[in-house]
Protein backbone atom coordinates (compact mmCIF):
# COMPACT_ATOMS: atom_id res chain seq x y z
CA UNK A 1 0.00 0.00 0.00
CA UNK A 2 1.24 3.22 -0.77
CA UNK A 3 -0.43 6.05 0.98
CA UNK A 4 0.07 9.64 -0.62
CA UNK A 5 -0.86 12.68 2.15
CA UNK A 6 -2.20 15.67 0.01
CA UNK A 7 -3.13 17.61 3.32
CA UNK A 8 -2.47 17.23 6.67
CA UNK A 9 -4.24 19.72 8.32
CA UNK A 10 -7.98 20.09 10.15
CA UNK A 11 -10.91 22.46 8.30
CA UNK A 12 -9.67 25.30 6.29
CA UNK A 13 -5.87 24.47 7.27
CA UNK A 14 -3.21 25.75 9.43
CA UNK A 15 -2.99 28.95 9.68
CA UNK A 16 -6.44 29.17 9.26
CA UNK A 17 -7.37 31.99 7.01
CA UNK A 18 -8.55 35.17 8.59
CA UNK A 19 -7.77 33.67 12.08
CA UNK A 20 -6.02 36.07 14.80
CA UNK A 21 -4.74 33.72 17.19
CA UNK A 22 -1.41 33.01 18.07
CA UNK A 23 -0.91 29.74 16.66
CA UNK A 24 -2.02 30.84 13.74
CA UNK A 25 0.14 33.80 13.36
CA UNK A 26 3.06 31.95 14.67
CA UNK A 27 2.44 29.08 11.65
CA UNK A 28 2.25 31.95 9.13
CA UNK A 29 6.07 32.60 9.81
CA UNK A 30 7.09 28.73 9.32
CA UNK A 31 6.59 28.62 5.48
CA UNK A 32 3.78 27.65 3.61
CA UNK A 33 1.00 26.15 5.93
CA UNK A 34 -0.85 22.75 5.99
CA UNK A 35 -3.61 22.04 3.57
CA UNK A 36 -7.01 20.35 4.66
CA UNK A 37 -6.80 16.63 4.95
CA UNK A 38 -6.32 14.49 2.16
CA UNK A 39 -5.38 10.92 1.27
CA UNK A 40 -4.77 8.82 -1.81
CA UNK A 41 -4.09 5.29 -1.42
CA UNK A 42 -2.19 3.49 -4.77
CA UNK A 43 -3.10 6.62 -6.46
CA UNK A 44 -6.34 5.07 -6.88
CA UNK A 45 -8.24 5.46 -3.96
CA UNK A 46 -9.00 8.65 -2.05
CA UNK A 47 -10.98 9.64 1.00
CA UNK A 48 -13.62 9.23 1.35
CA UNK A 49 -13.25 5.92 0.33
CA UNK A 50 -16.12 5.04 -1.71
CA UNK A 51 -16.09 3.33 -5.11
CA UNK A 52 -13.59 1.32 -4.27
CA UNK A 53 -11.83 -0.66 -7.34
CA UNK A 54 -11.66 -4.50 -7.17
CA UNK A 55 -9.54 -6.03 -4.35
CA UNK A 56 -10.07 -3.29 -2.02
CA UNK A 57 -12.47 -2.92 0.82
CA UNK A 58 -13.82 -0.57 3.89
CA UNK A 59 -14.22 -1.50 7.69
CA UNK A 60 -14.27 0.49 10.55
CA UNK A 61 -17.68 2.44 9.80
CA UNK A 62 -15.58 3.32 6.50
CA UNK A 63 -12.61 4.82 8.16
CA UNK A 64 -10.83 1.85 7.91
CA UNK A 65 -8.71 0.37 4.23
CA UNK A 66 -7.94 -3.06 3.64
CA UNK A 67 -5.57 -3.18 0.09
CA UNK A 68 -5.61 -6.50 -2.16
CA UNK A 69 -2.03 -7.16 -0.77
CA UNK A 70 -3.70 -7.48 2.97
CA UNK A 71 -2.21 -4.04 3.86
CA UNK A 72 -4.82 -2.04 6.26
CA UNK A 73 -5.32 1.67 6.85
CA UNK A 74 -7.35 3.65 9.67
CA UNK A 75 -8.13 7.08 9.56
CA UNK A 76 -9.15 8.27 12.98
CA UNK A 77 -10.37 11.73 12.82
CA UNK A 78 -11.54 13.51 16.14
CA UNK A 79 -15.01 12.49 17.65
CA UNK A 80 -14.24 9.08 15.74
CA UNK A 81 -14.31 5.55 17.46
CA UNK A 82 -11.59 3.06 16.41
CA UNK A 83 -12.12 -0.45 16.72
CA UNK A 84 -11.86 -2.35 20.07
CA UNK A 85 -9.66 -5.10 18.68
CA UNK A 86 -8.35 -6.75 16.06
CA UNK A 87 -4.57 -6.92 13.86
CA UNK A 88 -2.51 -4.19 14.54
CA UNK A 89 -2.54 -1.66 11.16
CA UNK A 90 0.51 -0.33 8.63
CA UNK A 91 -0.89 2.56 8.71
CA UNK A 92 -3.14 4.76 10.99
CA UNK A 93 -3.54 8.57 10.36
CA UNK A 94 -4.78 10.11 13.57
CA UNK A 95 -5.96 13.44 14.90
CA UNK A 96 -4.16 13.15 18.47
CA UNK A 97 -4.67 16.95 19.89
CA UNK A 98 -7.69 16.71 21.45
CA UNK A 99 -7.32 13.42 22.96
CA UNK A 100 -4.25 11.99 22.67
CA UNK A 101 -4.91 9.14 25.02
CA UNK A 102 -6.66 7.29 22.05
CA UNK A 103 -3.51 6.39 20.69
CA UNK A 104 -3.22 4.79 23.82
CA UNK A 105 -6.34 2.57 23.57
CA UNK A 106 -4.94 1.47 20.31
CA UNK A 107 -2.10 0.61 21.61
CA UNK A 108 -3.46 -1.46 24.56
CA UNK A 109 -6.21 -3.21 21.70
CA UNK A 110 -2.74 -4.26 19.57
CA UNK A 111 -4.13 -2.29 16.58
CA UNK A 112 -0.90 0.13 16.67
CA UNK A 113 2.67 -1.40 17.36
CA UNK A 114 5.47 -0.88 16.25
CA UNK A 115 5.51 -1.42 12.77
CA UNK A 116 2.82 0.70 12.01
CA UNK A 117 3.17 4.13 10.78
CA UNK A 118 1.37 6.46 13.06
CA UNK A 119 1.17 9.95 11.19
CA UNK A 120 -0.75 12.99 12.88
CA UNK A 121 -3.71 14.62 10.91
CA UNK A 122 -6.39 17.21 11.43
CA UNK A 123 -3.39 20.09 12.67
CA UNK A 124 -4.56 23.28 13.97
CA UNK A 125 -4.48 26.15 16.10
CA UNK A 126 -5.39 23.82 19.25
CA UNK A 127 -1.26 23.64 19.22
CA UNK A 128 0.76 26.61 19.32
CA UNK A 129 3.61 25.91 16.73
CA UNK A 130 5.05 23.80 14.51
CA UNK A 131 7.65 23.54 17.53
CA UNK A 132 5.04 22.13 20.29
CA UNK A 133 3.63 19.85 17.83
CA UNK A 134 7.02 18.05 17.19
CA UNK A 135 7.49 18.14 20.99
CA UNK A 136 4.21 16.42 21.46
CA UNK A 137 4.41 14.00 19.09
CA UNK A 138 7.76 12.40 19.91
CA UNK A 139 6.65 11.81 23.49
CA UNK A 140 3.81 10.22 21.79
CA UNK A 141 5.44 7.74 19.32
CA UNK A 142 3.72 9.66 16.43
CA UNK A 143 5.11 11.95 13.78
CA UNK A 144 3.57 14.67 11.38
CA UNK A 145 4.94 14.64 7.93
CA UNK A 146 4.88 17.88 5.35
CA UNK A 147 1.93 17.39 2.83
CA UNK A 148 2.58 15.91 -0.14
CA UNK A 149 4.23 13.29 1.38
CA UNK A 150 3.87 9.44 0.29
CA UNK A 151 3.99 6.64 3.09
CA UNK A 152 4.95 2.84 1.32
CA UNK A 153 3.59 0.15 3.82
CA UNK A 154 6.85 -2.34 1.95
CA UNK A 155 9.27 -0.11 4.32
CA UNK A 156 9.35 -0.07 8.24
CA UNK A 157 7.84 2.74 10.24
CA UNK A 158 10.06 4.63 11.25
CA UNK A 159 11.58 4.12 14.74
CA UNK A 160 10.60 6.59 17.32
CA UNK A 161 12.85 8.91 19.05
CA UNK A 162 14.32 7.76 22.34
CA UNK A 163 11.91 9.10 25.41
CA UNK A 164 13.90 9.75 28.70
CA UNK A 165 13.20 7.57 31.62
CA UNK A 166 13.39 9.31 34.23
CA UNK A 167 11.15 12.86 33.90
CA UNK A 168 11.11 15.22 36.70
CA UNK A 169 9.32 18.22 36.27
CA UNK A 170 9.15 21.26 38.65
CA UNK A 171 7.16 24.55 39.06
CA UNK A 172 5.11 26.60 41.36
CA UNK A 173 1.31 26.39 42.72
CA UNK A 174 -0.28 26.17 39.24
CA UNK A 175 2.06 26.27 36.78
CA UNK A 176 0.28 23.40 34.73
CA UNK A 177 2.73 21.00 36.02
CA UNK A 178 1.16 17.97 36.71
CA UNK A 179 -0.71 18.71 33.48
CA UNK A 180 2.38 18.79 31.38
CA UNK A 181 3.57 15.24 33.22
CA UNK A 182 -0.23 13.74 32.22
CA UNK A 183 0.71 14.87 28.63
CA UNK A 184 3.81 13.26 28.65
CA UNK A 185 2.19 10.06 28.79
CA UNK A 186 -1.18 10.31 27.24
CA UNK A 187 -0.39 8.15 24.80
CA UNK A 188 0.80 5.26 26.57
CA UNK A 189 -1.26 1.99 26.48
CA UNK A 190 -0.76 1.61 30.38
CA UNK A 191 0.07 4.25 33.05
CA UNK A 192 -0.19 4.23 37.28
CA UNK A 193 -0.59 7.56 38.28
CA UNK A 194 0.89 7.38 41.80
CA UNK A 195 -1.04 10.11 43.97
CA UNK A 196 0.88 11.12 47.26
CA UNK A 197 -1.80 13.25 48.92
CA UNK A 198 -4.96 13.13 50.99
CA UNK A 199 -7.97 12.57 49.06
CA UNK A 200 -9.58 15.63 50.71
CA UNK A 201 -11.90 14.01 53.01
CA UNK A 202 -13.17 17.42 55.11
CA UNK A 203 -11.44 19.38 52.77
CA UNK A 204 -13.94 20.95 50.04
CA UNK A 205 -11.47 23.00 48.64
CA UNK A 206 -8.47 20.01 48.22
CA UNK A 207 -11.37 17.57 47.28
CA UNK A 208 -11.84 19.70 44.05
CA UNK A 209 -8.92 19.75 43.14
CA UNK A 210 -8.62 16.22 43.24
CA UNK A 211 -11.69 15.70 41.35
CA UNK A 212 -9.91 17.96 38.71
CA UNK A 213 -7.53 15.85 38.64
CA UNK A 214 -8.76 12.21 38.35
CA UNK A 215 -11.15 13.70 35.42
CA UNK A 216 -8.20 15.09 33.68
CA UNK A 217 -6.69 11.74 33.64
CA UNK A 218 -7.33 8.74 30.63
CA UNK A 219 -10.34 6.50 32.32
CA UNK A 220 -7.81 3.34 31.41
CA UNK A 221 -5.10 4.66 34.08
CA UNK A 222 -4.95 2.90 37.36
CA UNK A 223 -4.28 5.08 40.40
CA UNK A 224 -1.90 4.13 43.65
CA UNK A 225 -2.68 5.79 46.73
CA UNK A 226 0.49 5.42 48.43
CA UNK A 227 3.39 7.07 50.08
CA UNK A 228 5.97 4.13 49.96
CA UNK A 229 7.54 5.62 46.93
CA UNK A 230 10.86 3.61 46.55
CA UNK A 231 8.63 0.30 47.16
CA UNK A 232 6.37 1.38 44.15
CA UNK A 233 8.99 2.41 41.32
CA UNK A 234 11.01 -0.80 42.38
CA UNK A 235 8.07 -2.78 41.27
CA UNK A 236 6.41 -1.32 38.85
CA UNK A 237 5.56 -3.01 35.39
CA UNK A 238 4.17 0.09 33.74
CA UNK A 239 5.08 3.90 33.95
CA UNK A 240 4.54 5.54 36.82
CA UNK A 241 3.26 9.16 37.21
CA UNK A 242 4.05 10.42 40.78
CA UNK A 243 2.17 13.59 41.80
CA UNK A 244 3.58 14.45 43.57
CA UNK A 245 6.83 14.99 45.86
CA UNK A 246 5.96 18.17 47.65
CA UNK A 247 2.77 16.28 49.26
CA UNK A 248 4.88 13.11 49.82
CA UNK A 249 7.62 14.92 51.63
CA UNK A 250 4.98 16.49 53.55
CA UNK A 251 3.32 12.98 54.56
CA UNK A 252 6.53 11.64 55.02
CA UNK A 253 7.36 14.43 57.55
CA UNK A 254 3.96 13.47 59.39
CA UNK A 255 4.44 9.72 59.62
CA UNK A 256 7.53 10.52 61.83
CA UNK A 257 6.53 13.26 63.67
CA UNK A 258 9.29 15.64 62.18
CA UNK A 259 7.49 18.64 62.13
CA UNK A 260 9.39 19.69 65.62
CA UNK A 261 11.24 16.56 66.28
CA UNK A 262 14.22 14.45 64.94
CA UNK A 263 14.18 14.61 60.92
CA UNK A 264 16.65 11.63 60.41
CA UNK A 265 14.03 9.46 59.59
CA UNK A 266 12.68 12.11 56.59
CA UNK A 267 16.60 11.97 55.49
CA UNK A 268 16.70 8.23 55.92
CA UNK A 269 13.58 8.38 53.28
CA UNK A 270 14.79 10.38 50.88
CA UNK A 271 18.12 8.77 50.76
CA UNK A 272 15.79 5.71 50.02
CA UNK A 273 13.52 7.03 47.25
CA UNK A 274 16.57 8.70 45.52
CA UNK A 275 18.20 4.89 45.63
CA UNK A 276 15.01 4.11 43.51
CA UNK A 277 15.03 6.79 41.48
CA UNK A 278 18.18 6.10 40.35
CA UNK A 279 17.62 2.32 39.66
CA UNK A 280 14.23 2.67 38.39
CA UNK A 281 13.11 -0.22 36.00
CA UNK A 282 10.82 1.52 34.01
CA UNK A 283 9.68 5.09 32.85
CA UNK A 284 9.19 7.48 35.65
CA UNK A 285 8.04 10.90 35.51
CA UNK A 286 7.64 13.10 38.73
CA UNK A 287 5.83 16.28 39.56
CA UNK A 288 7.20 18.40 42.16
CA UNK A 289 7.33 21.57 43.64
CA UNK A 290 10.11 24.13 43.26
CA UNK A 291 11.28 25.79 46.26
CA UNK A 292 12.43 28.84 47.44
CA UNK A 293 11.27 31.33 44.90
CA UNK A 294 9.10 31.98 47.28
CA UNK A 295 8.69 34.05 50.64
CA UNK A 296 10.92 32.40 53.07
CA UNK A 297 8.81 30.76 55.79
CA UNK A 298 8.28 32.08 59.07
CA UNK A 299 8.99 29.09 60.91
CA UNK A 300 11.79 26.62 61.68
CA UNK A 301 9.41 23.49 60.84
CA UNK A 302 8.88 25.56 57.03
CA UNK A 303 12.25 26.55 56.52
CA UNK A 304 13.12 22.95 57.46
CA UNK A 305 10.28 21.59 55.08
CA UNK A 306 11.65 23.58 52.09
CA UNK A 307 15.59 23.14 52.60
CA UNK A 308 14.16 19.22 52.63
CA UNK A 309 12.57 19.31 49.14
CA UNK A 310 14.87 22.10 47.42
CA UNK A 311 17.33 18.96 48.70
CA UNK A 312 15.59 15.91 47.88
CA UNK A 313 14.77 17.77 43.81
CA UNK A 314 18.17 18.41 43.46
CA UNK A 315 19.53 14.94 43.90
CA UNK A 316 16.47 13.62 41.46
CA UNK A 317 17.49 16.20 38.75
CA UNK A 318 20.95 14.98 38.91
CA UNK A 319 19.83 11.08 38.40
CA UNK A 320 16.75 12.09 35.77
CA UNK A 321 17.87 12.11 31.89
CA UNK A 322 15.01 14.97 31.24
CA UNK A 323 14.16 18.10 34.32
CA UNK A 324 12.06 21.07 33.02
CA UNK A 325 10.88 24.01 35.31
CA UNK A 326 7.40 24.27 33.66
CA UNK A 327 6.20 27.75 33.91
CA UNK A 328 2.55 29.15 32.89
CA UNK A 329 2.20 25.97 31.64
CA UNK A 330 5.11 25.89 29.29
CA UNK A 331 8.23 23.68 30.08
CA UNK A 332 11.57 25.09 30.21
CA UNK A 333 14.03 22.57 29.92
CA UNK A 334 17.09 22.77 32.87
Not at 134 to 160: F, I, Y
Not at 296 to 304: D, F, K, M, Q
Amino acid sequence: MNVLLTGTAAGTGWPEPGCPCASCAVRDGEGPGRRPFGVVVDDVVPFPFDDLPEGYATHAGGLGLTAPDGSRLLYAPAGSRPPADGPAYDVVLIDPLERPERLGSLRRAGLVDERTHVVAVGLDHRVRSEEELARRLRMWGARAVPDGTSLDTRRPAPSPAGRPRRVLLLGGSRSGKSAEAELRLAAEPYVTYVATGPGGDGDAEWAARVRAHRERRPAHWATAETTALAGTIGAATTPLLIDGLGTWLAAVFDEHGAWEGDRAPVEARCDELVRAWRSAPGHVVAVSDEAGMGVVPATAAGRSFRDALGRLNERLAAESEYVALVVAGRPVRL
